[in-house]
């Protein structure tokens, strides 16, 4: 297992086009998470599953950005209409039933609007 | 509500110097607390982890941290500075078993650490 693998690393998008990130977690963990790192911020929390439920969702993800994982592996980010304020580096981590381990993230996917 | 407070957003030692990087957090609940580095241009590496078992906890690379309750802090320390150990770092306190939300993490704003030669 080669850790949390995040595709693809750079995406640079047109102000008002969809963009999709795609997550694979440590093959072990069933918990997955989206987080949202700002320049000059600590990441911020975005949703998390366990299995292929969405358990939570945070008042960042507005009804633009859908996030799934239908089997429970991999999941995917969708951005509908992105706005400038959605250049951001989006990370994702996961871990094992209990959280309090500690996560494994990826290196992120960085995303410019332009 | 839970939060984490890092109190210096830089710090610069020189290297072979002693490291301190401190952290305050708040919690109603028992916290588990963890440091994060981020290299540039790279993913979020686990350092160590608090989880209230011993409340000196020792994580990679030389790093420790010890948990005071008393003063709700969890200072990230290191004997001796490398030019390697220059990155961002960050400071984490689990949500777990707070108000029904079962897994987020909540990040301090960051400390760069700048090793000088």
């Known amino acids: 297992d080669t850790g949390v693998s995040q595709n693809p690393r750079h995406k640079i998008t047109k102000r008002g086009q969809n963009v999709t990130f795609r997550c694979d977690p440590i093959?072990?963990?069933?918990?997955l998470y989206w987080y949202r790192q700002t320049l000059g911020q600590g990441p911020e929390f975005l949703t998390y599953?366990?299995?292929?439920?969405?358990?939570?969702k945070s008042r960042l993800l507005s009804d633009r950005f859908s996030a799934e994982r239908p089997k429970g592996s991999f999941s995917t980010l969708e951005i509908q209409r992105t706005e400038q304020g959605d250049s951001a580096m989006y990370l994702c981590?996961?871990?094992?039933?209990?959280?309090?381990?500690?996560?494994?993230f990826g290196s992120g996917t960085r995303l410019t609007v332009v | 509500a839970q939060s984490v407070t890092q109190l210096d957003s830089h710090v610069s030692v020189s290297e072979g110097t002693p490291v301190l990087l401190r952290c305050n957090y708040s919690?109603?609940?028992?916290?588990?607390l963890f440091w994060y580095v981020q290299h540039p241009n790279k993913g979020l590496q686990l350092l160590l982890k608090y989880t209230s078992a011993a409340t000196l906890v020792k994580g990679i690379n030389g790093f420790e941290a010890e948990f005071k309750k008393s003063e709700t802090s969890f200072h990230l320390t290191k004997p001796s500075a490398h030019m390697s150990d220059a990155a961002e770092y960050f400071c984490v306190v689990s949500l777990r078993g707070y108000g029904g939300s079962q897994g987020n993490l909540i990040f301090g704003k960051g400390t760069k650490l700048s090793v000088k030669p």
């Open positions: 093959s072990e963990h069933n918990r």
């Open positions: 599953f366990q299995n292929e439920a969405q358990l939570e």
């Open positions: 919690s109603s609940y028992s916290p588990s």
């Open positions: 981590a996961s871990s094992g039933e209990d959280g309090r381990s500690g996560y494994t």
